[in-house]
């Protein structure tokens, strides 16, 4: 993926032993497409060598507002006007002060001062002891750099160099390029609030086996991540996976179907936007044995019955004031008629069908649309990409029935 295809960033550093993963960020930027310009701070330069990070960018850094290599020595003008965006990476707890204050002592400081504000975002990743992190001075000035129009990433909390441990480590520059490429999405959601879930469930026959699928829950999570890059309040009912939380979305773990079904129907009614992306188990085991179910040596396998799960998504669908409810349909053949055939049973406006044991696993996928106006099909793509095309075409869908 190159989300920032075109994208020119200059990547501005301060002091702080976490300017290392400046390195990783640049690299990471450049892989997405971006075009990356570095400027440093005196106290940078302590840190890493503006030889390193030149040879990372390809471009020259700049550490100086003396500095003369711009025709007209006006750098602090130049290197914004043609950026889209100055990303801080680490942002000290000094250099959030001075731009606070307006100061401008040092190259970067000055260009984050003279950027043109309504088309060029400040984003800071705050990087500090987490003594520093706490003081009503470092609170109030991030707070002000907000309300000045800054984009505050993080901070995590974690082992700190320092060898103490709390808030103020800088985040990962996964985490930093994350943060960037969700700034530049549509905001198609903004105001709206959307319940996703995802992954299998795990119907427990005994304390050690049970019935579950192959769902790995990543086109669910994909689906949670494009929904809060497009603006919207997202909370995720996630089944057993091994998956990291989306950046700005609320995360709720079960295991079981009749969990999910109590999570959903906890919260449901809080929502807009309903996006039934689990695989959720159709029957669990009446009675659930106390202990391991172990072979006797006879050769006849344990027989039990089964009774039929709750259907989560059918409950939502029949509310008197429901959201707007998108179901999805994993099938093994003839994927348009299961499609349509659930659609109308469930009573949803749209269903997505997929082919699960196509995509279960799988880092790519491809979706049909079905709705009242037809059929569409969202081509072969990595599961993210088509996350965001189907957050666009739910919002399409959300935004007219509002207007009607």
Not at 194 to 205: D, H, Q, R
Not at 295 to 306: D, M, W, Y
Not at 342 to 365: C, E, H, S, Y
Request: net charge neutral; glycine share 6%; proline share 5%.
């Amino acid at each position: 993926m190159r989300d920032l295809q075109g994208k020119h960033i200059v990547l501005g550093l301060t002091g702080g032993v976490a300017v290392y993963k400046a390195a990783e960020l640049c690299r990471l930027l450049q892989a997405n497409g971006a075009t990356v310009q570095v400027v440093m701070t005196d106290a940078a330069c302590q840190f890493i060598t503006p030889m390193t990070m030149q040879a990372l960018s390809g471009r020259p850094v700049y550490t100086s507002q003396w500095d003369l290599r711009q025709n007209n020595a006006m750098a602090h003008i130049n290197l914004t006007r043609q950026a889209d965006a100055i990303v801080v990476a680490p942002a000290s707890a000094d250099f959030m002060a001075q731009l606070v204050a307006g100061r401008a002592s040092e190259l970067l400081a000055l260009l984050c001062l003279a950027r043109p504000a309504e088309r060029c975002p400040l984003l800071l990743a705050p990087a500090m002891n987490r003594e520093m992190w706490v003081h009503p001075a470092t609170q109030r000035n991030v707070q002000q750099v907000v309300q000045d129009g800054a984009i505050i990433m993080g901070p995590a909390s974690g082992a700190q160099a320092c060898g103490e441990v709390g808030q103020g480590r800088m985040l990962e520059a996964q985490e930093m390029l994350d943060a960037l490429v969700a700034y530049f999405q549509p905001k198609v959601l903004s105001g709206r609030r959307v319940l996703v879930t995802a992954g299998p469930t795990f119907e427990p026959i005994d304390p050690v086996r049970g019935i579950t699928n192959h769902s790995s829950g990543k086109m669910g999570f994909a689906i949670a991540r494009a929904a809060s890059e497009a603006g919207a309040d997202v909370t995720l009912v996630a089944g057993p996976v091994v998956l990291d939380t989306p950046a700005g979305v609320q995360r709720m773990d079960v295991q079981t179907a009749q969990q999910m079904f109590d999570a959903v129907m906890g919260c449901v009614r809080a929502h807009d936007i309903f996006i039934a992306t689990a695989a959720v188990a159709d029957w669990r085991p009446a009675k659930t044995s106390d202990y391991k179910i172990k072979k006797n040596g006879s050769r006849v396998a344990p027989q039990f019955e089964l009774e039929e799960n709750p259907d989560i998504l059918a409950s939502v669908a029949a509310l008197p004031e429901r959201p707007y409810c998108v179901g999805f349909a994993a099938e093994s053949h003839d994927l348009l008629h299961h499609a349509r055939e659930k659609r109308q049973r469930k009573n949803i406006p749209l269903i997505v069908g997929n082919l699960g044991p196509a995509t279960f696993g799988q880092d790519d996928n491809v979706l049909l649309l079905v709705d009242d106006d037809g059929v569409k099909e969202l081509m072969r793509a990595d599961k993210l990409t088509l996350a965001r095309q189907l957050v666009a075409e739910i919002a399409q869908r959300v935004n007219a029935q509002k207007t009607a």
